[in-house]
Each structure stands twice: as structure tokens, then as C-alpha cells.
């Protein structure tokens, strides 16, 4: 019988004594219900947008307006939510020190099934005006997979709304499969998040 | 009414000041010796009224081979600032802690620990990780650390970006001469 690389993940850098309190099961990925069942069911996904309200960089003060009266995003079907496990998207609002990717990874780890990420403002697509920082990184895809980058420093609420449209649009074309590339590509994803974050006292998928 | 000019000159009696600088009337700095620095704070919050810290910062003298360091206090009585400035070595970087005077001084030096280096002995939880969490090398602050080399070793550049000069760039496409 052929061994496979990992069948679970080792958890490594967690205290043997916490091993027990996680998890150590891989991500796998879903596969696609039979077609027209996929069909409804995707547009069902793509009109209940709930996004993580964790607001990670200064891109997030666009997502104020965007909520409240003036563009009122409830009309798309666009909710905030407090916690990941309630919320079917992340939005990076902006640049990511390596201190908050660690907060943005585990808070997407957690998310249900489909999710989608959604990522404002230039800094997280090239650097932005954070290129040179010693503690900024410089591509979000990297590290967790997009399904829809939105560029501006910082994309005004009008542009947010065409991104989620434009999200939409792939989650009803049956494009957005972020999550299932996360589980494919799951070994890469990690690598480079422990090459940046050297204090990982997490496990390493937190479900 | 103490005023700033008054509390100086007593810091000069007492401790005795290596420079003065008086950058408008309601703001001075003072250059003192690195073992006068904690008697002089604490006169100055004591006596002179200075009861409120604005924040601690240092300086990187590269060339010189020295840090400064700087605090910054603020009396609400006559709605002065006085800076208390004092150098140290670059080599062996240690300052006396303050942490009894203010409750955030702690914290201050913490951050300085962090991003420059500077040990501080007897400070609460200055070993512990601040905003850099595992941070590996030359702490970033310090001038000799290459920011740009660090990020383009480190966090990857996307291909195709570009960048320009801004003086050439503006000579090239608006002032052709």
C-alpha cells in the first residue's frame, strides 16, 4: 500500500499537552453537486453575501459607508457578521502586517465552506505604498487564494459594490472555487504563511 | 506661577544640563547625563509639575555610534513641554528604567526594546514580543537595517511592478525643454 505524504498534519509547533484540543484533519476539498442542483445553488450563494466585519487595514473605513444609508449595501444582499463561522466572505481592507495575516489566516480557516476573498486597496495586490516595509507583506495570494481583487488607494464604496457584483458574477458562473484551491493547494499555502510567520503557535489548519 | 524658564534653571542648578534648546517659549529641550536622567524626571514630575508623560522615542546616531533618547513631559498648570534628552551607547545599548514614574513607561520601553534594541533591566514584560511577533535579526528601526532589501527577500514582489523617478519621470512627460 502506497503511503500517503501526510495524512494528518502534525501540529508541530503546539505543546504536545495541547495536541489533543485541535484538530489535525487536512482541508478537503468539495466536490460539485450534479449540475442544475449546482446551478440553483449558486445563486442562492451569490445573493447572501455575508462578509467577516474584521477590518484589517485603513481600506476598511470604505466599508462604513458602504453599509450605512448613502450606498446602503443591504439592498445587494451584502451583510456584515461578527464572527468567521457566521460569514461566507473575508474582505481585506488593505495592507496585511504579518501580524494581522496571522489573524486574517486563522479567521479564514474558520469560515464555512463555500468562502470567498475579496481584496481591497493596491497594498495587498503589489505592495502598494508599503513595497519596502520591513513588516507589510506585498501579495495576499500568496497566502490565502482571491477570487476578486478591487484596486484604489483606497476603492471607494462605488468600486467595493462592483467587486461584489463582479463576485457574483463569478460565484453564479461557478468560477469562485477559492476554497477548494485553499484545500488543493494546501501544503503550498502553508509554506509560505510559516516562511513569514515565524511565531506560530497555532495549529496548522484551524478549524 | 513656575514657568518652564524657571524649572530649567533649576534642573541646571541642581543636575547640571550638557545643552539647552529652547525650540519656542513653550517648549525646551535639555541634554542631560545618562545617570542624571530618572533624578531628573523625577524632580521634574515631582516639583516642577511635569506630571504628565507625553511619550518616550529614540534616535539612531548611526555615525556617532549612539542612541538618543527622549522624553517628552508636559505640565498642565502652564501648558509647557519639556524634553529631556540623553545619549547612550549604540554598542551596548542599555538604559535605567522608568517604570515606577508612569505606569506606560512600561510599555514605551517595551516598544523601544522591540524596535531598536535598547534593553532596559527591570522593566516589566520588556522581553516579550510587542508588535513584531518572532521577530528574527537587527531590530527594524535601527538605521543600518535595509528595509527594502528585507522586504523583497522576504515578501515576494509581484512582476510587472514599476516605479519612477519622480524627477525624471516629470522632465520626461511634462517639462520637455
Not at chain 1, 502586517?97 to 497594498?123: A, D, G, H, W
Request: hydrophobic share 35%.
Amino acid at each position: 500500500m502506497k503511503e500517503k505524504k501526510y495524512d494528518i498534519l502534525p501540529n508541530s509547533e503546539l505543546k504536545a499537552e495541547d495536541r489533543d484540543l485541535f484538530c489535525d484533519a487536512r482541508p478537503v476539498p468539495v466536490s460539485k453537486l450534479n449540475k442544475y442542483m449546482e446551478k440553483l445553488v449558486n445563486w442562492a450563494r451569490a445573493n447572501s453575501l455575508w462578509f467577516l466585519a474584521f477590518g484589517t487595514g485603513c481600506g476598511a473605513v470604505e466599508v462604513r459607508p458602504l453599509m450605512t444609508a448613502r450606498f446602503d449595501a443591504y439592498r445587494y444582499g451584502i451583510a456584515g457578521r461578527p464572527t468567521p463561522r457566521q460569514s461566507g466572505i473575508i474582505l481585506i481592507g488593505g495592507y496585511a502586517s504579518v501580524k494581522t495575516l496571522k489573524r486574517i489566516i486563522r479567521s479564514y480557516e474558520q469560515m464555512q465552506n463555500p468562502k470567498f476573498v475579496i481584496s481591497l486597496c493596491s497594498c495587498s495586490i503589489n505592495g502598494g505604498m508599503y513595497f519596502d516595509s520591513y513588516n507589510t507583506i506585498n501579495q495576499i495570494d500568496k497566502y490565502i487564494p482571491v477570487d476578486v481583487y478591487i484596486t484604489g488607494c483606497m476603492p471607494r464604496p462605488e468600486a467595493i459594490i462592483a467587486g461584489f457584483n463582479k463576485l457574483k458574477d463569478r460565484i453564479k458562473a461557478g468560477n469562485a472555487e477559492g476554497a477548494n484551491k485553499y484545500a488543493e493547494n494546501f501544503d503550498y499555502y502553508k509554506a509560505n504563511q510559516k516562511k513569514i510567520i515565524k511565531d506560530w503557535n497555532m495549529p496548522d489548519y484551524n478549524w | 506661577m513656575k514657568t518652564i524658564l524657571n524649572s530649567v534653571k533649576n534642573i541646571e542648578q541642581i543636575f547640571g544640563v550638557l545643552a539647552k534648546k529652547i525650540q519656542r517659549p513653550d517648549l525646551i529641550f535639555i541634554t542631560v547625563e545618562k545617570k542624571q536622567v530618572l533624578s531628573v524626571l523625577s524632580h521634574l514630575r515631582d516639583i516642577e509639575e511635569y506630571t504628565h508623560l507625553v511619550m518616550i522615542t529614540a534616535i539612531d546616531y548611526l555615525e556617532q555610534g549612539k542612541f538618543q533618547i527622549l522624553y517628552l513631559l508636559h505640565n498642565y498648570k502652564n501648558n509647557t513641554d519639556l524634553g529631556v534628552k540623553t545619549f547612550i551607547s549604540r554598542e551596548d545599548a542599555h538604559m535605567y528604567s522608568a517604570h515606577h514614574l508612569w505606569g506606560q513607561v512600561a510599555t514605551y520601553q517595551r516598544e523601544l526594546h522591540e524596535m531598536f534594541g535598547i534593553d532596559f533591566p527591570g522593566s516589566p514584560r520588556v522581553n516579550e514580543n510587542f508588535a513584531l511577533e518572532g521577530w528574527e535579526g537587527i531590530p527594524p528601526m535601527r538605521r543600518d537595517f535595509d528595509t527594502l532589501r528585507y522586504s523583497q527577500e522576504t515578501y515576494n514582489f509581484r512582476k510587472g511592478r514599476a516605479t519612477n523617478d519622480p524627477k525624471k519621470y516629470m522632465k520626461k512627460n511634462l517639462h520637455k525643454e
